[in-house]
Structure formats: structure tokens, C-alpha cells
């Protein structure tokens, strides 16, 4: 008799949808690699407080390995995929080695798109890991510093002036929070310029902010963020994104500080499978999230388009990926057992955005909240969903920081070019 | 009746020594400008606990103009200075413009020299700003992560020896911090390497570690680190440092980690005023801290070698430089009062090193400590010395967790090329 192999799964991409999969396969009878590219799993929703100074990268980011060191049966591997071989079932890495799979889920998420104009990109730099935060957080910071040191006032303005392309929940959280970093936390630190004068401006091509919300809290949202100082420019399509600003309507906005938050592309899992997308890159999942075709092979997060309740796309939001990570588990122990399992279902749990102290709404369907309870609920759900409880205390103390002095301890210029660097006052980072 | 302007001083430098004068100088009838080339102020005792995994940058550094943003006479400014006009009484930019002084406080610090050979630098990086902290933290968790993947022996074994070259208080507690890390961190976080398989050699020219200790403290902190499973080389010059390793001996030691811990060099403040120095070019100061012939300028800090009790030179710690920050700002108020101040007298208040959990050397003087008891001390100190509330505590809660769960959350491979970039493999950093 020979002892029988386990079953193997390989799971590519540590985000939510990665790490829930592994989770979720706790105790059953497979043996799992988990790659991805970089040695850590972030707490996306908080990453705009990095990159705003509010939090350090250690309080919502954490080192893959150790959250599976009890769980011998998982490997870890820091390495890239760069391709999926079908026929012989396993997944080549950046070296040449590759990984066998019996079962494979791709997890591999996303990453800023700029509707064909990558070359915005190092003009207008998006937000997806933490080293876009320090760099974004870098840029903000710089901005204030150059600002300081400047005499021609055309180009102070220029340093001065703040813009968000996208007013999503990453753009509202991202003005918002900028508006209260120059108002007041930065407002005594200075004494050429003025902090307070900073212009934030967020761009908007639809209609109004937070599309994806209930119109009434769209417009909350929206005094919001006026009240906060942030200018809201809606119907506001941007054609061009240069050294010297951002250009819509014809005009051109000067402002040395652009943040990219308004599109995102899938990873290139779908290039790796040869499968059907949407236009965003997105591969057409069946209802098991199986790739069609593939029944080895699953695809989930924001890799994925799927529809959800009513016919509308699940949303490519951490509660969505977790709920098809669980079920890819779920799947996977049937199978096992010669079982099946039913389809997946999306079951909404609520939209929560974060506008400043005391401002937020939240969107549960059943019931809409909106101002300083609606921030309470926020605050605690983010803590809550942290992982461990050290960085949940930390994170708690620093927010009580914020909240209650005003400072923000993650106020460092680090990484890239020395900070004198003439080339850091250019638009491209690194 | 015109006003009269006030007396302006520009302190050259945020470290320890520039902190303290500008802190000394509140309530002084004087305009400050402190400048410096970063943005933060760093509490370099820990410094090496970001460089092992054990903090968050934001824990030990502080953004210098938050700390003066109650104090209107105080302007900081992010600005490299280029030299000293004697004449002009002006302090050049690098951008060309200047800063008029009546008092010059220089404190420009120390950076770690590598014996005329800086070709070493590039494999053997130091540990002076945060980002020499998040470089030796990125290589050290890489060399785990590219042990993991690699095949060949030799090459795994080069990956998992770490060498530390210097056995002052910095090599020590970076020898030790990383055994704990490799010994009891990491050690159930790997499936193909055993990370307690590592070598963690600690090279020193001299006959003992921390040198400049006692001799039953040298010998308590060489045991505890060889109890700790450090290998301990004396007596061992080092002859050179490339991408394979450290030559000492005529043998190269196979390293794909080597940290430099083994030598400082002062600042170029000595060349921007043509002043004699010592061989590591600091400036030779007055016994009031000013520089021979320019009673207007004074020099603190590792910029400067004097001679303290029984002649010994005082040492380049943090308590020397706040003790001479200290007394600039007495003298320069006494000046202004017309009044005249002692000079400078070194108090030595004691030795500190941390050496592991529960292992730790004080020398006091009047007693000597080791072990469990000294490193409490150890601990509580280095905590009271920390700058606010917020991060006392932060550091408090992430060293109860290292004490207690041997996790270090601070294990997050960021900066520089993407981490399965080849280049990083290499000895080149940034």
C-alpha cells in the first residue's frame, strides 16, 4: 500500500480573496502554496491612511508567513507567476521553477488603470500598495516642504493646490482626509506659507460623488467633503495628466500633486488562461467561479467580473472577495468528499466610506447612516476586521491621536531620493 | 526709534544635539531656523530595532516642525546647506539661497565610514537614517525569503550567514536582535529552510565586545550573545567586502548579508569652515563648544571631538550631544544678557546595551548591571527618553508582544525594486 498524495492547491495572491481561501481550508486533507509577489497582506481599505500619514505601513500590513506558521501544511512563497500551464496543471514562477497544482485559484487582484494613458501614470500615481502610500504620502509632504521654500507664487499655488482624480470611496476618503491633514494638523507647523490654503480638488467624471451610493448620502458626502474645504468638481472627464497639472474641460489645473483613484484593470490572469473578459480585464467566471472550461481552476476578487443580487457585479470591495474565498474552501472540501456545493452567492453587508472626524456614511440597504454615528460604526468595523490584536490596539491609539490632538504620527519623508533631490521635485517617483 | 531685530540663530542639524538647542532656547529673545536635510528627527538608539523587524519607522522618528509648531520664533526648514560664508556671516542652500546668522549651531551628525574603502558600502550598508534601517530590513527578510527558494547548498548557506562587522553597542544589538529573529521569530515560518539554521557572525577588529565597557560587562555581553548562537570573531580585521562576502583572515566568509557597524566619520561641517580636526574629521572644538576663532559658531555633537572627565574624549552618544545642545543655548542666553557661562563639563550618566531578551549591560559608574534586571532598565529608559505619549506606548505594546508571542510586526519587505526584482539579489541597494 502507498500513502496517497494530498491533493494539491495552489492559490496565487495573498489579498483578502487569497487569505480567506487558506483560511477557510483549515483542517481539510490538501496540501496549499500561497504565492504572491510581495511578503505581506494589507488591510486595503485603510491604505489611503498611509498614504495620508494617519497610520504607519506595520498597523495594516502583515508578513504572510507568519499569519500560516501553525499550519504546516501551507508554504508560502515570495515569487511571481507568469503564467498558468493548463496541460500539464502547474503554474511556472519568475525562475524558471514551477508549482503543480490540482486545484489553482487565482486571486491575483488588481491595479490602477488609466483608460489607455499609462504614461499619466507618473504624473498621477494610484494607490493599491504600500509603497504607492509612502510615495504618495512622500509627494503630499514634499509638496508642504517645497511650498515653504518657494518665492514665485504661481508655482507656490502649484504646490499648493492638491488634486484626486475619481471620486470614489478611495478619492472621497483620500480629499477628505487631506483637507484635515493641511487644515489642522498641519496648521501651526509652518511659517512662510499658510497650510490652510492648500486647495484640495477632487475631479469627478460622473455625476456626483460616491456613485455607487443611495443619492441622498452621495449628497452628504458631497457638502461633506465643501465643508472640509475640498473643492468638488463633478461631470468633470480629465484629458491629460502632466508635470504641471491636471487638464479637463480644455483647461489645465496647476497642481504638482496628482493622486490616480479613478479606475481599476485586472491582474493579467486572464492573459495567463486566455479566457473571456470584460473591458477592464476582468475574466467571466461561471457561477461556481470556476473559469469556464476549467473546473480546476478558480477565479476570484477583483480578477473577477461576476453578477451578484438583482443583476447587478458583485463589487470589488474585501467583503466580496472574502465571501468567494470562503466558498472556493467550501467547494474545494465538497469535492473532496465527493460532494457538491451550491453556486456562490454575494450577500451584501454594507458600504461604509469614511469622509473626515466625525463624517462618514454608511449604506447597510436596510438602513442609511450618515455623520458622527455613522463614523463610530466605521471605526470600530475597521478595527474590528484588523487582524490581531496588537495592531488593533495600535491603530485605536493612533486614531484617538488624530482625533484628539490633531497630530499625525506617520508624518515621515522617506524612501526614493534623498529629499534635496533635485529629481524628486519632478513628477516621477522612485 | 527703530525696532531692533532680533538675534537670529540657525541650527544646522535635527539630531539629538540641534533638538536640544532649539528646545534650551525657548523663551529666548532669538529667532531660530533649524535646518536639515530630512524631515524627522530619529531616535538613533533604536534605530537597529527597525533594521530587525522589531519597529515601525514612525515609532522612533518624529517630523522635526510638528515638534516647534507651538513655538512662532522657530522655523524649520527640509534644505541641505552647502558650506558656511565666514565672512558673510551666511549660511548657503542648496538652491542658492542663503541664511543670515548671528549664532551658528552646527550638528550635523556622523555617518559611518568605511576606512577609505567606501567601495564596501554597496554590500556592506550602515545604519545612520531610516531608510539604511528599512534597506538592512528589506535584505535581511529577503536572504529568508531567497533561502526558501533556492536549491543549491552553497548558496542557501551563503543566504542564511549574516555578518555584523564592529562590536560596538550597534553590532551587538543587531547580532543579537537578529539570532532572536532567525532563532525564535522565524522559526516556524518556513517549510524548506530551518531559519534556525543560520549563522550570524559578529566580526571585531579589537580584543572584546562593546569595547568601551568594562571588562566583566564585554565578557557577560560575548557569552550571552554566544548563548544566543551568535558565532563571535575577534581579533579579526576586515579586509574587504564584496557581493560574496567579507574577507578577514585571507579567508572570505560566504555572506550574502553583511552589516557595517565598525567606524563613523563626521559630517563635511569641518571643511565648510577649513578647521582643524581629528583623524574621523571632527572639528576640534573650545572647551565652550566654539570653533577656534569664530566665537559665533559653535560645533556639537558627533560634528566635534573634546575632551571630557580624566581626559577621555566624550563619547559620540545621544546624552553627550542634548548635554552640549544644552549648553550652547545656556551660553547663548548669557551672551544676550551680557552675562558669561562656564564651559562645557561632560557628565556621564551611564552605558546601555541590549544585547537579547532579558540580556542587557549598564554601566553606571558607581554599579554594574547585566542581565534580567539591567535589561529592564534597559527598557523603561529607552522608553522614557522616547518623545510623547503615543509613541511610548506604541513601543510598549509592540515590545510586550515581542516578549511575550516573539512577534515582530514590523516584518514588511518595502522600498526600492520590487522584491523578485534581480537586482536585488544583488549587493546594490536602492
Redesign the interface.
Known amino acids: 500500500m502507498t500513502a496517497r498524495r494530498r491533493h494539491r492547491v495552489v492559490v496565487v495572491g495573498g489579498g483578502f480573496g487569497g487569505l480567506e481561501t487558506v483560511n477557510r481550508l483549515a483542517g481539510a486533507s490538501v496540501d496549499i502554496t500561497l504565492v504572491d ?4 497582506h494589507i488591510f486595503q481599505p485603510l491604505l489611503y491612511q498611509v498614504a495620508t500619514a494617519s497610520l ?4 495594516i ?3 504572510l ?2 499569519l500560516f ?2 499550519r ?1 501544511e501551507v ?6 507567476v507568469t503564467g498558468v500551464d493548463l496541460a500539464g496543471g502547474r503554474v511556472p514562477l ?2 524558471g ?1 514551477s508549482l503543480d497544482y490540482d486545484t489553482l485559484v487565482l486571486a491575483t487582484g488588481a491595479r490602477h488603470a488609466y483608460f489607455g494613458h499609462e504614461e499619466w501614470e507618473p504624473f498621477a500615481p494610484g494607490l493599491k500598495t ?2 504607492d502610500a ?1 510615495t504618495i504620502r512622500r509627494r503630499i ?1 514634499m509638496a508642504f ?1 517645497e511650498a ?2 518657494e518665492d514665485d507664487p504661481a508655482t507656490r499655488s502649484a504646490l499648493l493646490t492638491f488634486v484626486i482624480v475619481g471620486a470614489g470611496p478611495t478619492g472621497v476618503e483620500l480629499a477628505g482626509t487631506i483637507a484635515e491633514l493641511a487644515r489642522t494638523t498641519l496648521k ?5 506659507i499658510d497650510p490652510r490654503s492648500a486647495r484640495i480638488v477632487l475631479i469627478e467624471a460622473g455625476l456626483r460623488v460616491l456613485a455607487g451610493y443611495p443619492e441622498d448620502l452621495s449628497t452628504y458626502a458631497r457638502r461633506s467633503l465643501e465643508s472640509l474645504g475640498v473643492e468638488v468638481e463633478l461631470l468633470a472627464p480629465v484629458t491629460g495628466c502632466t508635470g504641471e497639472g491636471v487638464v479637463h474641460g480644455g483647461r489645465t489645473l496647476a497642481a504638482r500633486t496628482v493622486i490616480w483613484a479613478a479606475g481599476v484593470k485586472a491582474s493579467p490572469a486572464a492573459g495567463w488562461l486566455g479566457a473571456p473578459t470584460d473591458a477592464s480585464g476582468r475574466l467571466k467566471v461561471l457561477p461556481d467561479l470556476t473559469v469556464p472550461g476549467h473546473p480546476e481552476i478558480f477565479a476570484i476578487g477583483d480578477t473577477v467580473t461576476i453578477e451578484g443580487p438583482a443583476g447587478k457585479p458583485v463589487p470589488g470591495i474585501a467583503p466580496a472577495a472574502k465571501q468567494q474565498g470562503a466558498h472556493v474552501a467550501r467547494l474545494i472540501k465538497a469535492r473532496l468528499a465527493g460532494a457538491s456545493a451550491p453556486p456562490f452567492v454575494y450577500h451584501h453587508q454594507g458600504s461604509l466610506a469614511q469622509i473626515g472626524k466625525q463624517r462618514a456614511v454608511i449604506d447597510f440597504g436596510w438602513i442609511r447612516l450618515r455623520g458622527a454615528l455613522a463614523w463610530w460604526i466605521w471605526g470600530v468595523a475597521h478595527i474590528y476586521f484588523l487582524i490581531g490584536v ?2 488593533r ?2 491603530v485605536a ?2 486614531w484617538l ?1 488624530i482625533h484628539t490632538l490633531d ?1 499625525r ?7 526614493g531620493q ?3 533631490d533635485p529629481s524628486t521635485r519632478k513628477g516621477v517617483a522612485r
Open positions: 509577489q510581495r511578503n505581506h504607519a505601513t506595520s498597523e500590513a502583515w508578513p508567513r507568519a506558521r501553525d504546516p508554504t508560502t512563497l515570495l515569487a511571481a519568475d525562475r521553477e504600500l509603497e509612502t509632504l516642504e515653504e521654500r501651526s507647523d509652518f511659517r512662510r496588537r495592531a490596539l495600535i491609539i493612533n491621536w497630530q504620527s506617520a508624518r515621515l519623508i522617506t524612501q534623498p529629499p534635496v
